[in-house]
């Protein structure tokens, strides 16, 4: 018994020090039941699979590589995180009119709306022109 306490104290410890942090968050776009109730014990915790800076279900665009990798289609008006894991600064930017133009420098992450149409939009990057691709929004 004493080593089942010994193991699962710090990891307990480790949680309870999680959403302590997370509480402080500024994020006035996540809410959640509790937050109505006061009750932020298990609720607020983050997931553990998924970056803390990343609200839960949010999609995003990773750039790797000097490419683009999509998680597949979007909603009309759905707002996307874009995550630069280069060294270089990328942007995602429509290729015609103004639907979407986002700049992300290395190792940041930046967020848009897409179009609130159903339609396939083509983009780019505007610094480096090898770097295209397609936005499918259903």
């Known amino acids: 018994m004493k080593r089942v306490l010994t193991l699962v104290l710090p990891i307990l410890l480790a949680a309870?020090?999680?959403?302590?942090c997370g509480n402080d968050s500024d994020d006035s776009s996540a809410s959640s039941e509790s937050e109505h109730t006061?009750?932020?014990?298990?609720?607020?915790?983050?997931?553990?699979?998924?970056?803390?800076?990343?609200?839960?279900g949010a999609r995003?665009?990773?750039i790797s590589?000097?490419?683009?990798?999509?998680?597949?289609?979007f909603a009309p008006g759905e707002q996307v995180t874009v995550r630069n894991d280069d060294t270089a600064e990328?942007?995602?930017t429509a290729d015609t009119g103004d639907l979407f133009d986002v700049e992300v420098e290395p190792g940041a992450t930046a967020t848009?709306?897409?179009?609130?149409?159903p339609g396939?939009?083509?983009?780019?990057?505007?610094y480096h022109p090898n770097m295209v691709g397609t936005l499918e929004v259903r």
């Open 16 to 20: 309870f020090a999680l959403v302590a």
């Open 38 to 56: 006061g009750d932020h014990m298990m609720t607020d915790m983050p997931s553990m699979s998924m970056p803390m800076s990343m609200p839960a």
């Open 60 to 62: 995003e665009i990773v």
């Open 65 to 73: 590589d000097f490419k683009y990798t999509l998680p597949g289609t």
């Open 90 to 92: 990328h942007t995602v």
């Open 112 to 117: 848009f709306t897409v179009p609130g149409q």
């Open 120 to 126: 396939t939009f083509a983009f780019h990057c505007t």
